[in-house]
C-alpha cells in the first residue's frame, strides 16, 4: 500500500501513542489459515504436551489466544508461548512508530498462567517480541493496522531474551528486519510462525525458566504457486561464567549468539510440534543425517546451517 500525504500526516500526529488495546476480544479472527493461495495449517502440538496449554476462559478445549492477524498458543507450565503464528500482507502494510512500551496481560487467562512484568524488572533482560510488532501492523485502515500493532503487547507475545540478543542487528532483529523487508518490498504474503525453545535444563531466574534458544519459520508462495518454508533457529553459543541450573538475581549474561538454518523437522522435533505441509515444502526436507532429529528442547544437530550473511539462506 502506497500512503498518501494525509496517510503520513496522520501517522506522524499519532506518534508517540499510547498503547490502546481493543476490549473486543471476541472480535478477533487470528491468524488465516488460508490468507495465502496455500493453505498454511497452525501448529498441533503432540499429545504428550496437549495437557499443558492454557485455555482461555470460555474457550471450551481451544487453547488458540486469537489477535489481530495473529494466534498464540501458552504452555501453562512455562507461562510462555508454545508458538505464535502471523499472516503478513506487504501489499496492505502501514508503517507505524511504536507505542509506548507498555505491555498487558491477557484478560482471558490466569494472571498466574503468564509471565508478567516482574520478570524484566531491573535487568538486562527485553521483553522480545515473538510476533513482531511490525509483522501484523496492515489492513484495509490505519484503525485495523494500529489494532494488530497494540495487540503485540501483549505478555503473551514476548519471551525474555538478553537485550544484546534481541536488539542486534546480527542476530533476531537482523533476521526479522530481512523477513519483513523482503515481504514489503515485493508485496507478498506470508506466514511467519515463531516461538521459544522450551528445553528442560533451561536455567532459572526469578522462578522462570529462560529459553535459550528461539525458532523462527517463514512460508510464502513461489512464481509456481508452491509453498515455501524455511526455518531458523536462534541459539546461544555460551553462558558466561558457567553459570548453573538457577540464576542469581544479577539475571542471566548471555554470550554471543549464533544464527542458523535447520530442517523444518528440526523444529518439529525440538518443540514436539506437528507443523504439517511445511516440512514437505522446505528446501532442506530430506537433509537428515543418521543422527536423526534432536530430542524436544535440545540442541541443534549436523544438518544445521550457519547462517553468517543472509547470502548463507537456501532458499
Excluded at 494472571?111 to 501492523?137: C, F, I, K, M, T
Excluded at 532483529?173 to 528442560?200: C, F, H, K, S
Amino acid at each position: 500500500m502506497v500512503l498518501t500525504r494525509a496517510d503520513v500526516a496522520d501517522l506522524l500526529e499519532r506518534a508517540p501513542r499510547a498503547l490502546a488495546v481493543d476490549p473486543a476480544y471476541e472480535d478477533r479472527i487470528g491468524f488465516d489459515v488460508d490468507f495465502m493461495p496455500v493453505r498454511v495449517p497452525l501448529p498441533l502440538l503432540d499429545p504428550t504436551i496437549a495437557d499443558d496449554a492454557a485455555i482461555p476462559a470460555e474457550g471450551g478445549a481451544d487453547p488458540v489466544l486469537r489477535y489481530h492477524h495473529f494466534s498464540v498458543v501458552l504452555s501453562r507450565s512455562r507461562r510462555l508461548a508454545r508458538w505464535t503464528a502471523v499472516n503478513l500482507d506487504g501489499r496492505r502494510r502501514y508503517v507505524t512508530d511504536r507505542s509506548s512500551d507498555s505491555w498487558a496481560l491477557d484478560p482471558r487467562l490466569p494472571d498466574s498462567e503468564q509471565v508478567g512484568e516482574s520478570l524484566y524488572a531491573d535487568n538486562d533482560l527485553d521483553r522480545g517480541h515473538l510476533v513482531r510488532r511490525q509483522d501484523p501492523v496492515w489492513g484495509d485502515t490505519l484503525e485495523e493496522a494500529l489494532a494488530a500493532n497494540d495487540d503485540t503487547f501483549h505478555f503473551t507475545n514476548c519471551a525474555p531474551q538478553h537485550a544484546d540478543f534481541n536488539q542486534s542487528p546480527d542476530t533476531w532483529l537482523g533476521l526479522e528486519d530481512y523477513i519483513l523487508n523482503t515481504v514489503a518490498d515485493q508485496q507478498l504474503r506470508a506466514a511467519v510462525i515463531t516461538g521459544p525453545v522450551l528445553g528442560a535444563d533451561d536455567p532459572v531466574y526469578r522462578e522462570v525458566a529462560i529459553p535459550l534458544a528461539f525458532w523462527k519459520i517463514v512460508a510464502t508462495v513461489d512464481e509456481a504457486g508452491d509453498l515455501h518454508a524455511t526455518a531458523y533457529v536462534l541459539q546461544q553459543e555460551d553462558l558466561v561464567g558457567g553459570l548453573g541450573p538457577r540464576l542469581d538475581d544479577t539475571g542471566p549474561v548471555f554470550g554471543p549468539y549464533r544464527m542458523f538454518q535447520v530442517p523444518v523437522t528440526d523444529v518439529e522435533a525440538m518443540t514436539l510440534l506437528d507443523l504439517g505441509p511445511l516440512r514437505d515444502a522446505d528446501p532442506l526436507a530430506g537433509t537428515a543425517d543418521d543422527g536423526g532429529a534432536p530430542a524436544e528442547g535440545a540442541g541443534i544437530g549436523s544438518r544445521m546451517r550457519q547462517v553468517r550473511s543472509y547470502a548463507d539462506i537456501v532458499r
